[in-house]
């Protein structure tokens, strides 16, 4: 099923996308992956203030940010190592839900314990808006708010389950988005509870 009344042009809300089982596969290939690349702490730009999420990347090139800035880059800050390969069942979801043509060159793995959140932001590091990101959500519900396009618009309020995909893409690549909270408790499909997201995306034009 796709919803897309009341959203805007461009944004996918897919509820359900992965089954249980797709879901448990999804988790043990990610934990291994997650011990090659572990997930660290990122820093804000100048204040070196944390992160409340916790983060790895997969993929050619990984999103980081640090006190010289945002950006994308092919070794993990702490290991100084490459990043895994995306595993071919998050490629063929791009390819599915995508609209793309090219394939996806980051996925950015993010972690919310509990109390963890994400403000509002627009996903604008990447050399290309032309791909969108595709979004997988693990675990623990999130409070998901959506904006337009301009920051201080009119928002919504989306609860992303465990296993539901939302992709920007087209008009709605560069709206605003953020977690406003974490349901903790709500699905038992990470041991140590919490909630994982993945975003895949493209930064190279093509
Ligand atoms: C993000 O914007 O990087 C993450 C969004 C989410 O956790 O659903
Ligand atoms: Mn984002």
Not at 134 to 140: E, H, N, R, T, Y
Request: hydrophobic share 35%; charged share 25%; proline share 7%.
């Amino acid at each position: 099923m796709q919803l897309s009344d009341g959203f805007p042009k461009g944004f996918k809300y897919l509820p359900g996308y992965f089954s249980s089982e797709e879901q448990k596969e999804l988790i043990d290939t990610l934990r291994h992956l997650i011990k090659e690349a572990p997930l660290f702490t990122p820093v804000m730009p100048r204040t070196a203030k944390p992160f409340s999420v916790r983060m790895s990347n997969l993929g050619a090139l990984g999103w980081v940010s640090d006190k010289g800035g945002y950006r994308y880059q092919p070794l993990h800050p702490e290991s100084g190592q490459a990043w895994p390969d995306i595993p071919e069942v998050l490629l063929r979801l791009w390819n599915k839900v995508g609209d793309c043509s090219a394939a996806p060159e980051a996925c950015l793995v993010n972690y919310y314990a509990e109390t963890a959140k994400m403000g509002m932001h627009q996903d604008r590091d990447e050399k290309t808006f032309e791909a969108p990101v595709v979004s997988v959500s693990l675990g623990d519900t999130a409070m998901f708010r959506l904006g337009g396009v301009k920051r201080g618009g009119p928002t919504q309020s989306l609860k992303l389950n465990s296993g539901d995909v939302v992709v920007l893409g087209g008009e709605s690549r560069l709206c605003y988005h953020g977690i406003d909270r974490i349901l903790g408790g709500s699905s038992s499909l990470l041991k140590d509870g919490g909630r994982l997201n993945l975003t895949l995306r493209r930064i190279s034009p093509f």
